[in-house]
């Protein structure tokens, strides 16, 4: 037993038990479980927002991509914040809504303000093709982390075996409320991590973060502009995928609904002030990758960039932390995803095609049910077929981004009705499947999925003119009351 | 009749009291009762106007700031450029809050409990 392997196992224990005891108190229910009873302030929805957007992806994947590629990791800095601005003006009336109908997941939405089950159905495929392999990278990740945080001593599957059960624990227990005790352990733990490690580990090998730039700029000067290391990703790459990804980050299914879970309207829109300041961190990050690619080039797998230099140059309990700060790093969103694609599941697809009334009490048996089910699917997946994960993540986004329209509209437009924005919802689709499938990714310099998203936008305003049928959308659906 | 613009809200309805509370458009708004007269005093141009000059920065500036030169704070330009207008755009935020902000929105998030 080595010590960054007990530092490992004591934050996985202690996080777990934490997810369990910050149930509270009472009887649970899908509208507790799932939205938290809709109480929460600014600083838990924040946490939350948080826990989930800043995945075991951005500690692991934005130092790899400041590594291997350079500049075009900047996007991830540009596309958060453009994701927060749209969500100023998103969110608001999406909660409004939600509160008003009693809303629970984003096909909930769909539902209410298309009144159609097929566009509802739809977003429930979209969602669960594009969550369960966002989980399963999420656990690769983790395992990628604890395997060499603790230099071996616990393998991969090991590790993500491990840590899986415990969220397991504490997700079907606590549900939301749980998740988010236990991102405020996962929020310390990562800034404090970060900032230790973004700060010192330039300092300790080139005196400054400016120096380090510099040495940077001298031995690699193509680096630290588009596009990088890279051929294909130059500014039109950047753009379209700031783009895309920006509209997509409030299209995912549990980042929606955890705007449901705000205690009122305001909370999202100050949320959303703040949002940006928590990009800080992946900049810390790349400075780690480009550290990296300094002192330890050549690495054949560059997302253990920022593992491999923490080891290398600190003792082996801070060594543990980092390991177990990432695992943690992974569980929390691990757990938002298993919660947001079952609520979904349970809800909108078993719900639906029962033919009798299912109570709510069942409703939470079924939930909690296929939380395990999801959970055992990406676990399986993580173990046995580890391969092809970021050209899925990559459809995944695609996919979800597509949402787009759909959403913009039904919040801002009470006239447009559900074909058209179901008829550019699938030639959006259609596109970025076949873009992708034939190797035209990136399109013409852009990113596939900006390219369906184009189409998408297009087929609906001119499907508006011509099929935009049937009555709008009824006055206690949309915003018309106080 | 069909045609919209995406962000414009139909102000005729049968309620005959249109009271929107999220128009990014900027709809003209007509206040039936007192409680809603703070509404008139909301800019949600202005603030769509001011939320989106970050967003113009970040996407169609970046072709012009695509260089290293001059290095800012041991920054290279490029990487300054971004994070300067991240970390500037709670500032625009906080603004556009308060153009937007108002007693209506403050009552009508905690009307149903």
């Not at chain 1, 507790?32 to 989930?52: D, H, P």
């Amino acid at each position: 037993v080595t010590v960054p392997l007990l530092v490992i196992v004591a934050f996985v224990l202690v996080s777990a038990v934490v997810g369990v005891f910050g149930r509270g108190r009472g009887a649970m229910n899908v509208e507790r479980w799932s939205v938290g009873g809709r109480r929460f302030g600014v600083i838990i929805v924040w946490l939350l927002m948080a826990g989930e957007i800043y995945t075991t992806f951005t500690f692991l994947g934005a130092s790899g991509w400041a590594y291997s590629r350079g500049a075009p990791a900047f996007y991830i800095l540009a596309y958060g914040t453009i994701g927060y601005i749209i969500s100023f003006f998103l969110l608001p009336p999406v909660w409004r809504m939600a509160k008003r109908l009693g809303l629970h997941t984003q096909p909930d939405f769909f539902l209410a303000r298309y009144s159609s089950p097929a566009l509802a159905s739809l977003a429930v495929l979209i969602a669960v093709v594009s969550i369960v392999p966002y989980l399963q990278l999420q656990l690769a990740g983790l395992g990628m982390i604890v395997e060499i945080a603790s230099a071996g001593a616990i393998s991969s599957n090991m590790a993500i075996v491990m840590a899986f059960a415990a969220t397991c624990v504490f997700v079907y227990t606590s549900g939301i409320k749980g998740i988010a005790w236990v991102a405020i352990i996962k929020d310390v733990a990562m800034l404090v991590a970060v900032a230790i490690i973004g700060i010192g580990l330039p300092a300790m090998y080139f005196g400054s973060v400016g120096k380090m730039f510099a040495a940077l700029m001298r031995q690699h000067p193509a680096h630290l502009t588009f596009p990088g290391a890279t051929t294909t990703m130059g500014v039109g790459w950047i753009i379209s995928t700031v783009l895309l990804t920006g509209m997509g980050f409030y299209c995912w299914p549990h980042t929606f609904a955890s705007a449901f879970s705000a205690k009122d309207d305001r909370t999202l829109r100050r949320n959303a002030v703040i949002m940006p300041l928590y990009q800080l961190p992946v900049l810390l990050v790349f400075f780690v990758g480009f550290t990296a690619l300094l002192v330890i080039p050549g690495l054949k797998n560059p997302d253990t960039a920022l593992l491999a230099l923490v080891t290398k140059s600190y003792p082996g309990w801070f060594a543990g932390f980092i390991g177990g700060a990432g695992a943690v790093t992974a569980m929390v969103p691990a757990g938002m995803l298993m919660l947001g694609a079952a609520t979904l599941v349970a809800k909108n697809l078993y719900r639906p095609l029962r033919r009798v009334a299912v109570s709510e009490e069942h409703l939470m048996r079924a939930t909690r049910s296929f939380m395990l089910l999801i959970a055992v699917a990406a676990l399986a997946l993580a173990l046995w077929s580890p391969h092809e994960l970021v050209r899925l993540l990559i459809l995944g986004y695609d996919g979800v981004a597509q949402l787009f329209p759909a959403i913009v509209l039904g919040v801002f437009a009470r006239r447009v009705t559900v074909r058209p924005v179901m008829l550019g919802l699938v030639a959006g689709i259609l596109v970025v499947i076949g873009l992708i499938w034939t190797g035209h990714d990136p399109f013409l310099g852009m990113n596939a999925g900006f390219v369906g998203l184009a189409v998408n936008a297009a087929v609906t305003l001119i499907a508006i003119v011509i099929v935009n049928a049937g009555p709008p959308a009824d006055g206690r659906t949309f915003e018309t009351q106080r | 009749m069909n045609h919209l613009h995406p962000l414009e809200v139909s102000s005729a309805t049968e309620q005959g009291e249109e009271s929107c509370s999220e128009c990014a458009a900027g709809v003209a708004h007509s206040a039936g009762r007192g409680t809603i007269g703070a509404v008139t005093k909301r800019h949600p141009v202005a603030a769509l106007v001011l939320a989106l000059v970050p967003v113009v920065a970040l996407v169609a500036g970046l072709p012009f700031v695509n260089r290293l030169q001059p290095v800012v704070l041991g920054l290279p330009f490029l990487l300054f450029w971004i994070l300067g207008w991240v970390l500037v755009t709670p500032i625009f935020l906080t603004v556009a809050y308060f153009l937007i902000d108002t007693k209506a929105d403050r009552t009508s998030g905690g009307a149903g409990q």
